[in-house]
């Protein structure tokens, strides 16, 4: 099974930050990585597939990035509605498989 | 717009049969190009695959080893929609459970939408 493993596991920021969060796989995956937020009681929501294409209706402060091992998802600007968790999820090969999260909470 | 509801009880007795039904609306469960998974997310485990069925011509399965011997993903054309059912489970199952479809552009695949959850307690 190929291992995403994000960083940092969680970080404090204020609203107007810019956020970076990593993720790496065990295994070279292409550019095979989605991104998707998630809010406390709610189901993951998409952000970004294929590393770097930016779902309908997700705001452009959101970005991805990379390819081969390592990827990024950067929030130019956090706004309030940002404070969550965010997951990586590779789809090159099954199972697939997603990275432990990183929680982005208020400063 | 597609959107997936889920139903199922939320408390199950060790050994016995989780089963959780997902209802496709806006979309086909016997679509060629997408594909209809289960996933589940507990603290211990984070959000974890289990499998998924799609149709190309045939009905295809694919299930996590971790699962195998005890998962069985059924599409209904019928009724337009597809179950779980996860047999002699533990309190180790205890988990939320989703239903997603993988959307599809070429080669690259997402999970987009997914179904509310349903938290599943295994529990005598």
């Known amino acids: 099974d190929i291992q995403m493993t994000q960083s940092p596991s969680s970080l404090s920021a204020s609203v107007g930050d810019r956020v970076t969060i990593t993720c790496r796989a065990s295994?070279?995956?292409?550019?095979?990585l989605n991104w998707y937020q998630q809010r406390p009681g709610k189901a993951p929501k998409l952000l970004i597939y294929a590393a770097s294409s930016l779902q309908s209706g997700v705001p452009s402060r959101f970005s991805g990035s990379g390819s081969g091992t390592d990827f990024t998802l950067t929030i130019s600007s956090l706004q309030p509605e940002d404070f969550a968790t965010y997951y990586c999820q590779q789809s090159y090969s099954t199972p697939f498989t997603f990275g432990g999260g990183t929680k982005v909470e208020i400063k | 717009q597609v959107q997936l509801q889920q139903s199922g009880p939320g408390l199950v007795k060790p050994s016995q049969t989780l089963s959780l039904t997902c209802a496709i609306s806006?979309?086909?469960?016997?679509?060629?190009?997408?594909?209809w998974n289960w996933i589940r997310q507990s603290p211990s485990r984070g959000l974890e695959w289990l499998g998924r069925?799609?149709?190309?011509?045939?009905?295809?399965?694919d299930y996590a080893v971790s699962v195998k011997s005890r998962i069985s993903i059924n599409p209904d054309t019928s009724k337009n929609h597809f179950s779980l059912q996860l047999n002699s489970v533990t309190p180790d199952d205890t988990a939320v459970y989703y239903c997603a479809r993988t959307a599809t552009a070429g080669m690259y695949a997402w999970f987009d939408p997914w179904g509310q959850g349903t938290l599943v307690t295994v529990s005598s």
């Open positions: 295994q070279s995956i292409n550019n095979y």
């Open positions: 069925t799609y149709y190309r011509s045939k009905w295809y399965y």
């Open positions: 806006g979309d086909s469960v016997s679509s060629t190009s997408v594909a």
